[in-house]
């Protein structure tokens, strides 16, 4: 994320940190129980969705007619840009395909926690607050750990990227907008434009089937952490809430944090692993 400058508040008083400290070991704990569950129930299950479209695209078949179901795994979802980058991988054996994966994943949120500040209080104390999302994303393999590292650059291209991976990281940008910081808006839409260029030379048919796959029928019926699953009225205006408030504090140290805390929790379809991307939240100490 852009540079904030630190300062103290309330946040240091000794019994707060004391308290701040608590909820990161015990959220540390958390996350190796779901680090060990996922690891025996279903590692890697998320590679399947990227495999196989890749192995879709190698073999000429459309990218979004798949027999998984919006609930299943190993569903789809997502823009071409992941599945063409899978179509090397998607040559290989999935066992061998999986492990690569996994080494640059893990790569990235080695390079994410390196970009928060590995002498930042406050990447230690989120890392462990979010230890249980961050070890199911690592486990089963999520391109959430890229969108994570993306966002964490805070970087136009960094987002336009994440936006290619999984859209709703263009809520981001209303940091930008908000600061009238136009170059780095322009820079965001350009190379978004730009990836979405690449994508439809690369695969054309994909790009232009994406257009019509995409809507609410795919949030499915699963453990959604999102308003959605209460009522869709609740979750629009808590996601207007969410965008106004991220765009009226912009200027603020909070202003990156609420921009990317938005595009989290506007998902409609919000699983637990999707709360590992708070990590790019963190200032820079």
Avoid at 110 to 138: D, E, F, H, Q, Y
Avoid at 156 to 179: C, D, E, N, Q, S
Avoid at 186 to 204: A, C, I, K, Y
Wanted: aromatic share 12%.
């Amino acid at each position: 994320m852009p540079h904030v400058p630190t300062r103290r508040s309330a946040l240091d008083a000794p019994g707060v940190r004391t308290v701040l400290a608590l909820g990161a070991v015990i959220g540390l704990v958390i996350g190796l129980s779901t680090f060990i569950l996922h690891a025996r129930l279903d590692p890697f299950a998320d590679v399947h969705a990227y495999y196989d479209a890749g192995a879709r695209l190698n073999a000429g078949r459309p990218l979004y007619e798949q027999p998984a179901g919006t609930d299943d795994a190993d569903f789809y979802r997502y823009p071409p840009l992941l599945a063409i980058a899978f179509r090397p991988l998607a040559l290989l054996p999935f066992e061998t395909a999986a492990w690569l994966w996994e080494a640059v994943l893990l790569a990235l949120f080695a390079a994410t926690v390196i970009r928060m500040g590995l002498r930042n209080r406050w990447t230690w104390l989120t890392l462990g607050w979010l230890a249980a999302p961050v070890a199911w994303s690592l486990v089963i393999g999520q391109a959430q750990v890229a969108v994570t590292f993306l966002l964490a650059m805070g970087s136009p291209l960094g987002v336009a990227t994440a936006t290619h991976l999984k859209l709703l990281p263009a809520l981001v940008a209303v940091f930008w907008i908000a600061r009238r910081d136009w170059a780095s808006f322009g820079r965001f839409v350009g190379w978004t434009v730009g990836l979405g260029v690449l994508s439809f030379v690369l695969e054309p048919a994909g790009s232009i089937a994406f257009l019509g796959f995409t809507d609410l029928a795919q949030v499915g019926n699963v453990e959604n952490r999102s308003l959605f699953a209460i009522s869709p009225v609740l979750w629009v205006g808590s996601t207007a809430i969410l965008v106004v408030l991220a765009y009226r504090f912009a200027a603020s140290r909070a202003g990156w944090a609420l921009a990317v805390a938005a595009s989290v929790f506007a998902s409609p379809r919000l699983l637990l692993y999707q709360l590992s991307t708070l990590m790019a939240t963190v200032p820079r100490g």
